[in-house]
Antibody, heavy 117, light 112 residues
Framework: EVQQVESGGGLVQPGGSLRLSCVVSGFSFSTNWMTWVRQAPGKGLEWVANMNEDGTEKNYVGSVKGRFTISRDNAKNSLYLQMNSLRADDTAVYYC??????????WGQGILVTVSS | DVVMTQSPLSLPVTLGQPASISCRSSQSLVHSDGNTYLDWFQQRPGQSPRRLIYKLSKRDSGVPDRFSGSGSGTDFTLKITRVEAEDVGVYYCMQGTHWPQIFGQGTKLEIE
C-alpha cells in the first residue's frame, strides 16, 4: 500500500519559516519525480515545486521562487519543502505527491500551513 | 504557462442523471510522443484529490466505469453517465504535457 505522510505544518508568523517533510512507502521513492501541490482554504489546486529522481532538477511556481526550496533524501524515502519568508497568501494545505508519466497518481493526506500574526 | 479553463464552475445534478464537465487548454496538449497528458481528479469534501482519468481517457483502477474522459487538442470532457451521491465534490483537470503541470479552477458537483 502506498503511503505518503506529511508533517511539519502549523501556525507561523509572516516572515517566518517552516520545513515540511513527507515520508513515502509502498513504491520506489528513489526512481520517481516528486511534487508539492497546495490548496488555499476554499480554493483550487496549485502546483508549487517539482524535483527529479536524484535531486538535480528542480522547478518552482513563480510566487515561491527564492523563498521555497524542495529537496529529498532517497536513503530516508523523504521529500522536503523548506519555506522561508512566509506570507499570508502561503496559507494552504500542502500535499506531497508522486509524479509519474507526466501525471500525479499518489497524493498524501495533506498538511496545513497557516501564516498569520 | 498553459492556462486550463473549466466550465461550468458549479454543476447541480439530479441523482441518476448524467453530468459533463468541460476543460479547455490554451495550447494543444498533444505531446511530441503522441500522448495527450490530460488528467481528471476528484476531490471529495475533506479528502485529498484522487485521480480518476489519465492520458485523456484511461480510467484508474477502482474508478467506476460511469466516469469517462474524452477530447482532443485543446478541448476535453469528463462525463458521468449516472450521478451517484458519492460523486459529490470538486473535479479538476490537469495538463502534464507542458512543464509544469497546471490545474483547472475546479468544478463543484452537487446534488440538486
Amino acid at each position: 500500500e502506498v503511503q505518503q505522510v506529511e508533517s511539519g505544518g502549523g501556525l507561523v508568523q509572516p516572515g517566518g519559516s517552516l520545513r515540511l517533510s513527507c515520508v513515502v512507502s509502498g513504491f520506489s521513492f528513489s526512481t520517481n519525480w516528486m511534487t508539492w501541490v497546495r490548496q488555499a482554504p476554499g480554493k483550487g489546486l496549485e502546483w508549487v515545486a517539482n524535483m527529479n529522481e536524484d535531486g538535480t532538477e528542480k522547478n518552482y511556481v513563480g510566487s515561491v521562487k527564492g523563498r521555497f526550496t524542495i529537496s529529498r533524501d532517497n536513503a530516508k524515502n523523504s521529500l522536503y519543502l523548506q519555506m522561508n519568508s512566509l506570507r499570508a497568501d502561503d496559507t494552504a494545505v500542502y500535499y506531497c505527491a508522486r509524479l509519474a508519466s507526466r501525471s500525479i497518481d499518489y497524493w498524501g493526506q495533506g498538511i496545513l500551513v497557516t501564516v498569520s500574526s | 504557462d498553459v492556462v486550463m479553463t473549466q466550465s461550468p464552475l458549479s454543476l447541480p445534478v439530479t441523482l441518476g442523471q448524467p453530468a459533463s464537465i468541460s476543460c479547455r487548454s490554451s495550447q494543444s496538449l498533444v505531446h511530441s510522443d503522441g500522448n495527450t497528458y490530460l488528467d481528471w481528479f476528484q476531490q471529495r469534501p475533506g479528502q485529498s484529490p484522487r485521480r480518476l482519468i489519465y492520458k485523456l481517457s484511461k480510467r484508474d483502477s477502482g474508478v467506476p466505469d460511469r466516469f469517462s474522459g474524452s477530447g482532443s487538442g485543446t478541448d476535453f470532457t469528463l462525463k458521468i453517465t449516472r450521478v451517484e451521491a458519492e460523486d459529490v465534490g470538486v473535479y479538476y483537470c490537469m495538463q502534464g504535457t507542458h512543464w509544469p503541470q497546471i490545474f483547472g479552477q475546479g468544478t463543484k458537483l452537487e446534488i440538486e
